[in-house]
């Protein structure tokens, strides 16, 4: 079946996959961590390859096509375009980052933690790139799973609360979401079965009226919104966050999160246009609502964790708000912001995940100080937070000035309040910098070390990162140049 | 005779038979009852099969009996559950020295 | 000319290598080395700024395209710096009184950690870094990379001392307060980008002009000129966004000088004599400026006279003289306003160079009613601070004089009120001014022993500045000499002329007659320095009193209460809001409903598994009665 057909969407999807499965039938802890590791950074080298060999159609072409389930039309069929080189690029960077900030951590039953953790990874992986709906449905399932046990198994106190309440809130969109492929699977082609199809070129393609489109644009709406999360959608998110091992919620909140916007621009606007003309300022609303919402709760949070997961609520009501207006700047913004709020984020994670190993708290109010000891981590934690709050220079300001910018152009009031939260959140990122890191150390936090010098150097990538997106944002424009071509045609 | 016949008269057997299964208590008496309501089936069977040979016109002799095959598998499987069904109240009478089926609510809860 | 622009990114560019330096190296430099690298960086980048400002004075504007920081199908932007007669002439402000601070600081800050040390040269080096993008840049996204860039600044300098909570709380407050300004500024820019598809400068002023072509409303005029003029408040401490920037006093005092007097709190001024074809296009928001700034000016002035820290009433100063210059924008006087940003930062920095020189003799001791006499002690520090009074009370020929005497005379043609409240203002001014020389250097010494003891003049590295600022503080002005005294002495309005000419082809000009001119000159000069003189015999034999303040002058000790207004009105009630949402909203509205739905499902099972009654005949009889249900729904339906 594969022979010499074998390609780099096929490498990005089979080698987490196959590396996931390897990793349960490793014994030795020391040993599931390099192999990991190891595997983490081939799927990143892979991904490098496909975006340098981006005009090589031979290599990382359009689209790859198997029959698999041929008699109800789907097959395994996935491409890679822009937005799918910049999400899987994302994917592959954040996993060995992940792996290496979290080297120091033991797990029980470390071979099922790593091996979950790269099966996500491969379910990651298929649903940037598949071109099928049925596929992508069923990849996004798989990335969903692994999550779940991972957090229930490995989670803190509330885990199974926190993991039951993400289970049922996700699934309950996905199956939203599968009454709506199955719907929309059944108006494409002719009446029988044999012409049904679920590939991607059937579903952008098919022709609903608008009575249709508005009830389908719901259900699969709420499965992406879910995921986002969007407000009133979210609550999910925070206790997920806070429960969930550092190493899976760095896989949730900096790649996970971008399936819901990821699912929103390669299957939502393109097969309900006229539903997305008639709900978006809803959608527009909401976020924007939610934009101050979490940016106001954000500031009562006492732990990091929590703070953080509102933080990104904010955020992603930007890219939320931003897709719907679908302007080609706000796209534009949004493609390069999906990458940076990813990497932001991670970032963040792991400055929390290296003080709660040190001082065994995320409490704001228990810490302080930490500058005195450890000047080094609060030089990253500094950088990161501003970058956070889209400081010029940084990589979140080109993203956000740009989705702002779109934003502006399809109302200048929503703009207005949903620039509030740029303030907003200038004040709770103060606050909690000045809170952890300035005035003097307690009894606790006194005892803090400097961090190691490859926890150094993990921090030390993603704040060059940070800069050299921020400095120089082009590359990224230049790569998803298509994406954004092919939805402003739509809905020119 | 016409076929209706056969259809009262089964239809009356399936009804006793349903109406001992609801009210009777004693296992023996309900167990007796669905073999009432298997029977009441069967010569059903027969007697469409009968009616259905006779309309088409059809000259095979054999083609008159493929109904009635299945009637054979209903008293196969009948005698299969009795001898299962029997054991099982035997045992039961055994534990408990009772045939009540209302007895046998162990699984609430 | 084409040479020069060769190296102009070099302005920028060796600040921020000085940076990167002195931040990678601050656990192997030495404090003589990181000093060396912080200054040395900045005066090459003033040299360069001398050749760049002696080439653009033959009129001519360049601009310098580097790459293409955005460049997709629907905005394109440069990273383009555009060096003309204004832009040269603020570089030669913030590298020239950048270098002078930076070398005070050597000795200044000599006391502290050498990676402390390398620490604060390199976020000056950064500072210095960030306010030449603003000023260089060729359009308004560079501008306001820089803009954000020095709120940065600020916010880490004046939290340099990060042990003090106090300290935490002022850089925090007055990075949040410029963030509110900075939103009104991105706004605008978005505002321009959606009505023109650009932000270069030389686009936008042209699209402007040509109101025909660019189709921009007079709506979108006012709308575009108040929301950057909100941007200006916070970076310029205008009322309503004012309050950060006497809490930036937390900051070291060089910071204070160079940051929160001479450069970075100019940068709305900068801004708007940047846009004024715009501004001057927009009556309304010029009518706005005008009556913001003389407020603010009015307000601080007030708010000043009773001040008894020396740094608090010299940032209020700051605050009242920032009032000023936009009081010179919103009538037009844009030239003035320039020249006053120029004079400024001459005395300004000279005074807080000075304030710093006496803190370090005094120990660290601020309060004024502490001092007296030093004059004694600290001679250079004396005479220098003595001419930076007289410039700033606008006596002649002291440099305020000109710039002051520019805008008052601009707002006189405006409307007479104005000028009014303008000298009553600069009467205030020449009061605080002397209250504080006099409390400070006259008198006799009323501070400890200990403190008498260690009272010494400061050394060179303080002194040479101070100097330099006071020649520039008496001759700045000399530029801007009016038509009246001297015909063609205005030598600063000439080389500005061809960065104000659109809009003084747009506003007509009020040429005052020049006997009104003398007289109003007179009156200012004169009541001023009859207030002087007023201040200086009631303060020179100042005794320090238990005296509390009652009255009026409580309301304006306690800076009009603005604080706690702010405090109740706005953080209160926001801090409340949040807290409902959080434990209302959140915990009970939107997770109850979810937890509702789980509870209801529960209840439901429940109930529903009553049915479950493990009695055979109950199954039988259901079963019994779907049957029948099929049956019916077979037949009839």
Known sequence: MFGNDITIPHLLIFFPLLAGLITFLIRNEASVKAWSLVSAIITLLISLASIYYRHNPELSGLAFNYEWLKYIGASFSVSLDGLGRLLTFLTAFSFPVIFLATYRNSYKNAKAFYGLMLLSQAGLMGVFLSTDALLFYFFWELALVPVYFLCSRWGGQKRIAATFKFFIYTFTGSLLMLIGIIYVYLQTGATSYSEHSFSMQAFHSVSLIPSQQNWLFWLFFVAFAVKMPIFPFHTWQPDTYEQSPAAVTMVLSGVMVKMGVFGVIRWLLPIFPAAVATFDNVVIALSVIGMIYASLIAMRQDDLKRLVAYSSIAHIGLMSAAIFTTKQLALEGVMIQMFSHGVNIIGMWIVIELIERQLGTRKISELGGLAHTAPVLTIMLVVIAFANIALPLTNAFVGEFMMFGGLFKYSMWYTGIAGLSIILAAVYTLNMVQQVFYGSANTLTSGMREISTNEKIILGVIVITIFAAGIYPQPFFDLTKDTVAEIITRFK | ?109 | MTNIVQIIWLIPFLPLIGFLINGLGRNFLSKTATGVIGSGVILISFLISVLVFFSVKGGNTEVAHYFNFINTGSLKVGFDFQIDQLSSLFLLIITGVGFLIHVYSTSYMHEEEAKDFAKYFAYLNLFVFSMLLLVMGANYIIMFIGWEGVGLCSYLLIGYWFKNNDYNNAAKKAFIMNRIGDLGFLLAVFWLLNKLGTTDYHQVFALVADTQKSQLTAFDITGITLLLFVGATGKSAQIPLYTWLPDAMAGPTPVSALIHAATMVTAGIYMIARSNILFTMAPTTQGVIAVIGLATAVLAATIALKQNDIKKVLAYSTVSQLGYMFLGLGVGAYTGAVFHVMTHAFFKALLFLGAGSVIHAMGGEQDMRNMGGLKKYMSITHITFLLGCLAIAGMPPFSGFFSKDEILAGAFAKNPVLWVVGVLTAFMTAFYMFRLYAMTFSGKFRGTHDQEHHLHESPAAITFPLIILAILAVIGGWIGIPEVFMHGGHRLEAFLEPIFAQSNVIAEKHELPHSTEYILMAISVAGALLTLLYAWNKFSKYEKSEEVETGFGKVLANKWYVDELYDSIIVRPLRSLAAFFNNVVEKNIIDGFVNGVGKAVNYGSRQIRLLQSGQVGTYVLLMVFGMLVLFIIQLFL
Do not use: W
């Open chain 2, 1 to 109: 005779m016409p076929v209706y016949y056969y259809i009262f008269l089964a239809v009356a057997l399936f009804s006793i038979g349903v109406i001992g299964v609801l009210t009777r208590r004693n296992a023996i008496i309900v167990f007796m009852c669905v073999e009432l309501m298997l029977n009441a089936a069967n010569l059903l069977l027969v007697a469409f099969s009968k009616m259905h040979y006779q309309l088409s016109g059809a000259t095979n002799p054999h083609a008159a009996g493929d109904a009635q095959i299945f009637v054979f598998f209903i008293m196969i499987v009948a005698a299969a559950e009795v001898s299962v069904g029997l054991a099982i109240i035997v045992m039961m009478y055994r534990n408990t020295h009772s045939v009540d089926v209302n007895f046998l609510n162990r699984l609430k809860n």
